[in-house]
């Protein structure tokens, strides 16, 4: 993990430093899941970013740029290891399922 970023103004996140293997890993998931569930998972066109949420759409409009500001004072990087995946499916009502 190294420092903080967002997807637009709805989602925030702390990096992670992208390499190969979390590019393996995704596609592995992907393979894995579109094995099971054919076509429930479609490829994303944009460059795979590698990250850990910490908010997903419920913090208010124009507050991620406050809330980057101040997690950019916490210096945080670190290194640690997965052990563990967990798959999460977006529901119809809005809500992150496992």
Same mark, same amino acid.
């Given at each position: 993990?190294?420092? +903080?970023?967002? +997807?637009?103004?709805?989602?925030?996140?702390?990096?992670?430093?992208?390499?190969? =293997?979390?590019?393996?890993?995704?596609?592995?998931?992907? =393979?894995?899941?579109?094995?099971?569930?054919?076509?429930?998972?479609?490829?994303?066109? =944009? &460059?795979?970013? &590698?990250?850990?949420?910490?908010?997903?759409?419920?913090?208010?409009?124009?507050?991620?740029?406050?809330?980057?500001?101040? +997690?950019?004072?916490?210096?945080? =990087?670190?290194? +640690?290891?997965?052990?563990?995946?967990?798959?999460?499916?977006?529901?119809?009502?809005?809500?992150?399922?496992?």
């Amino acid at each position: 993990v190294d420092g +903080f970023g967002s +997807f637009g103004e709805r989602t925030l996140f702390a990096n992670i430093v992208g390499d190969r =293997k979390w590019e393996e890993l995704r596609d592995m998931v992907f =393979k894995a899941v579109n094995e099971e569930i054919p076509g429930v998972l479609r490829k994303d066109r =944009k &460059p795979f970013r &590698p990250h850990i949420s910490i908010s997903n759409r419920d913090i208010p409009q124009g507050a991620v740029y406050e809330a980057l500001r101040v +997690f950019s004072s916490i210096q945080m =990087k670190f290194d +640690f290891e997965v052990d563990g995946i967990t798959v999460f499916e977006r529901s119809s009502s809005g809500l992150w399922l496992c």
